[in-house]
């Protein structure tokens, strides 16, 4: 899912906000210091563990009928097909936030239940055996007519609207985090997969998309009101989790992006969206097609579900949701040049891949949903550099994962024990994990960046595939993709992921080169400057450093330490011309570095990344000094520079004849 617009609800042990300077008093009423890891009351330790799997669920049906658009109520009806796990059980439990429970059967008998603190329990007339499915029936009634953006979310016509689509009312459905239970009863929850099904019998006229495939599209008579009425049938046959399950009624436009001129031929690629709208939609969302092939390629795994639709709909919380097949999108995704919606389509998309064939197993390792579609962004960034050049396509791509490395160092200040890891079960709803500042969209893409130069292309991306083919249409955590990391590569990656997943917190770091011109020798002085106690030790990093000298090729150093200070000492033929840190971003770390302004004025004339030209772009910008000035106004005018270096350059040169 995009960035999702809601609330954090901040409670001890979650940092809602990475903000640093919210702090907890130091000690409770019992005058014994405070650890927001653990109730102080209770002593009870703070943290959200996944619900037991009683049953396997293997398929659900819904049955729904809005008998009036004009309100939002349905009729539903759930068949869930399930069958005890290990042992024999006589009590099923759902999560059931919003249904109204009538009555409940199994196998055809009647079921005493209650619904209770948003749960449905049911007591079986007989214990099922481990193993043998059974069939429950829960008929229900739902008013959501006060949901916002939460379960099912109705959004009335206006009558005078200039939009056919505006004049009418609509239904749309958000289940991610654990929403869907809000519209009908399941396992809410990611740690379950099945497949489904849904019937919606509405009045004629209306749109109606779901996942999967649409298997059938009949007449069904007419409602109260005298009005035709239309039932659908869509099934989604392969199995997926309950936050997935998604379902629009509108009057929208379709648009078919596929076809056999097509990026990918033989796909059904619709896009709906509202009438007035498709001129400019077509254009925005023409590159649909292209970015599947393109992930199909990549991620070596044929795009997984019947078909891609993708469904811009009115009252939308959040940037897109990546529903099994049908992903919802934003309106304001309607509006731009084309290229400008690229990074919300190609992460939507990607979650097809990762977050819906593979799907974390629980809300502690969001990352490998977010991370991934998030990384996304760059991989067809740079896949879109590469119709021109491959310095294009390194430059795209770097300009993505600095806009993420720029994200985190703004918010991310955290620190143990106060602040709660990227992967970290401690959070006060499931809806806090994707606004945390320790941020699985932003540094979970950033953790991918670094396994990629760390492994290089050839081994990533076999892991990759690896990890997506044997965990398909399945649950993950982060250790089982670090496993597969590791079998690739054959190196040891478990201090990687603890430092960068699992604990909270960026290195911050002062880097300082220092030439002896009679020992002929690059002094090379860093120090981790962020806090470092007990429980927040130094990073161990490993920074490679780029030196060029006069008429000769660039050799390439390596820093590993571990420590909060370190001394690198390198012996060379000459005065280098440029040096260069960490060019191409190995390490997410912020670095304030000091070196010769030679070094810097190279770096923005001919640096050998998009990294360092930006990086010295914005060093040189008020340095008091001519030649800054004069290598800023020439990158600035240089016409065969990328545009953001320019553009940074000439900030430059205003801020530097400002003296600022």
């Known amino acids: 899912m995009a960035a999702v ?145 939460a379960g099912l979310t109705y959004s009335s016509g206006k009558a005078d609207a200039d939009s056919i689509t505006r004049q ?28 489904t099904e849904i019937y919606v019998t509405v009045e004629e006229g209306y749109e109606v998309i779901s996942n999967g495939r649409l298997e059938e599209k009949t007449s069904a008579g007419t409602g109260p009101d005298g009005l035709k009425r239309t039932r659908w049938h869509w099934l989604q046959d392969k199995p997926h989790s309950a936050y997935l399950v998604t379902l629009v009624i509108g009057k929208l436009a379709r648009l078919d992006l596929g076809g056999p001129e097509s990026g990918r031929p033989g796909m059904d690629i619709p896009v709906f969206t509202p009438f007035g709208t498709e001129d400019s939609v077509r254009d925005l969302y023409s590159q649909t ?13 044929p795009y997984p579900w019947d078909q891609y639709a993708q469904c811009l709909v009115r009252d939308f919380v959040a940037g897109g949701m990546e529903n099994t097949g049908c992903t919802l999108m934003t309106l304001g995704s309607a509006r731009g040049e084309p290229g400008s919606q690229d990074d919300l389509i190609s992460h939507e998309l990607a979650h097809q891949w990762f977050g819906d064939l593979v799907t974390c197993k629980t809300w502690a390792h969001i990352w490998l949903n977010e991370g991934w579609a998030s990384y996304a962004e760059a991989v067809w960034n740079e896949h879109k550099g590469e119709r021109t050049s491959a310095e294009k396509a390194r430059t795209a791509y770097q300009k993505t994962i600095r806009g993420f490395i720029q994200s985190q160092r703004a918010r991310n200040r955290t620190n143990a024990p106060a602040g709660a890891a ?23 893409a950033l953790v991918l960046h670094m396994l990629r130069q760390r492994l290089g292309d050839e ?12 965990f398909k249409f399945s649950v993950a955590e982060t250790d089982d993709f670090r496993r597969e990391m590791e079998r690739v590569s054959g190196q040891n990656l478990q201090r990687f992921f603890d430092q960068w997943t699992t604990r909270c917190g960026l290195p911050r770091l002062n880097a300082e080169f220092e030439w002896d011109d009679a020992a002929r020798t690059l002094k090379v002085s860093i120090e981790q400057t962020q806090k470092i106690d007990y429980l927040n030790p130094a990073f161990a990093l490993s920074l490679p450093v780029r030196v060029k000298s006069e008429g000769s090729e660039a050799q390439w150093f390596t820093i590993d330490f571990d420590t909060t200070k ?32 030679a070094w810097w004025i190279e770096d923005l004339l001919h640096g050998p990344s998009y990294a360092a030209k930006i990086a010295a772009a914005e060093y040189l910008t008020g340095v008091p000094d001519k030649r800054a000035q004069a290598a800023l ?6 016409q065969l520079e990328d545009d953001t270096v320019r553009e940074a350059a000439w900030r430059g040169v205003g801020l530097t004849v400002a003296g600022k």
């Open 289 to 301: 097609p292209e970015m599947i092939a393109h992930f199909e390629k990549m991620f070596d795994e």
């Open 566 to 597: 370190t001394v690198a000492v390198f012996q060379l033929d000459s005065k280098p011309t440029q040096v260069t840190l960490d060019p191409n971003m190995n390490v997410i770390a912020a670095v304030d570095v000091k070196k010769d302004l």
């Open 459 to 470: 081994l990533f991306w076999k892991a990759t595939r690896d990890y997506l083919n044997k």
């Open 422 to 444: 990227m992967v970290s079960n401690r959070y006060s709803n499931p809806d806090a994990v994707f606004t945390k500042a320790e941020d699985p969209y932003a540094k979970g």
């Open 168 to 195: 009418f009312p609509q239904i749309h459905a958000q289940g991610e985090a654990q929403l869907n239970s809000l519209w009908f009863p399941c396992h809410d929850f990611p740690n379950e997969k099945l497949t």
């Open 5 to 149: 617009m809601l609330p954090t609800f901040a409670a001890i042990g979650q940092d809602s906000a990475g903000d640093a300077s919210a702090k907890p008093a130091d000690k409770h009423d019992s005058g014994l210091p405070i650890d927001p890891r653990i109730d102080p009351v209770t002593g009870r330790q703070l943290g959200n563990w996944a619900p037991d799997r009683d049953f396997d669920h293997l398929h659900m049906s819904l049955d729904l009928d809005f008998p009036d658009m004009q309100q939002a109520e349905l009729i539903g009806v759930m068949r869930l097909r399930s069958a005890a796990i290990a042992s024999a059980k006589s009590v099923l439990t759902l999560d059931c936030k919003g249904p109204a429970v009538k009555s409940v059967t199994c196998d055809g008998a009647t079921c005493k239940f209650e619904s209770r603190d948003g749960k449905l329990i049911i007591q079986l007339p007989r214990a099922a055996a481990p193993g043998m499915p059974v069939e429950f029936v829960v008929k229900y009634m739902l008013d959501f007519s006060k949901n916002r953006g």
């Open 633 to 638: 106004t020439r990158a600035a005018a240089d």
